[in-house]
Each structure stands twice: as structure tokens, then as C-alpha cells.
């Protein structure tokens, strides 16, 4: 039996040299900043630890639209796991929803992203699943 170390949400894994996959952020005032990051790390993680203004109100868990990005490529965009339905519940209450909308808690990098550019939009909404939780009896 093996046992791997736990991987807790906000740790970055540092990414090997000559394994560095390079990402963009467009921040909300159209300034880009760029990372490499290791493979794994989510864009909700890489924005956090690098001080962007992406807040991720749920702590990373697919209950909040407050991670939600815009993939500036739609090349970029078709190389990601097609959002499942949380993701796309949570989506429907983003603010600026567009084709290419993503929850950066939700985007794992791969090297088939590097180069990705992602661009913060202009607000968010702080709307929670649990916002929603009355009975059909209500």
C-alpha cells in the first residue's frame, strides 16, 4: 500500500526547471501578469498566491461564481475537460458569462495550456449554492 501526501487548496507546487508552464493573467484594470506554474495548480491557487484580485469565496469547492475567469483563446479554452454540471450551475451565475467563461477554481494546468491567457472580469457576483437551498415546499 502507498500513501500520498495531501494536497491542501492555496499550495502551489513549484514547478521543476525546464517543466515550467506559463500562464497569463489580465487583471481587471488590462494589465497582464505572467507565471510559470507547475503542472496541477488550479487558477483560482495561482491567482491567490500571487496577491491578483480573484476571490474564491467558497474556498475552492464549486459553490461560488467568485473564481470565474474568461479564457481569452478559444485554442486554450478546447484543450480543457469540458465543465461539469457544478461547474455549470455556478457558471449560469457569473457576472459577464461568456463562451469561453471558466471557474479558476475548476482549471488544472497542463502543459497543453501553456501559454494560456485569462482575463478577470470586470466584477463578480458573491452568490453561493447555499443561497438556493429552500424546499420544494417553500
Known amino acids: 500500500m502507498s500513501v500520498s501526501a495531501p494536497v491542501f487548496h492555496g499550495q502551489l507546487t513549484p514547478p521543476k526547471p ?4 506559463n500562464i497569463s493573467f489580465i487583471d481587471k484594470e488590462g494589465i497582464e501578469h505572467q507565471f510559470a506554474v ?3 495548480d488550479n487558477l483560482l491557487d495561482i491567482a491567490q498566491e500571487n496577491d491578483l484580485e480573484m476571490e474564491g ?4 469547492s464549486c459553490a461560488c461564481s467568485t473564481c470565474h475567469v474568461i479564457v481569452e ?8 475537460p469540458e465543465p461539469d454540471d457544478d461547474e455549470n450551475d455556478m457558471l449560469d451565475l457569473a457576472f459577464g458569462l461568456t463562451e469561453t467563461s471558466r ?3 475548476q482549471v488544472k494546468v497542463t502543459p497543453e495550456l501553456d501559454g494560456m491567457k485569462v482575463r478577470l472580469p470586470a ?3 458573491n452568490l453561493q449554492a447555499s443561497d438556493f437551498g429552500g424546499s420544494k415546499n417553500d
Open 18 to 21: 525546464g517543466e515550467e508552464i
Open 57 to 60: 469565496a467558497c474556498g475552492g
Open 103 to 105: 471557474l479558476g477554481c
Open 38 to 40: 507547475g503542472k496541477g
Open 123 to 125: 466584477m463578480t457576483r
Open 73 to 80: 483563446d478559444q485554442v486554450h479554452y478546447d484543450k480543457m
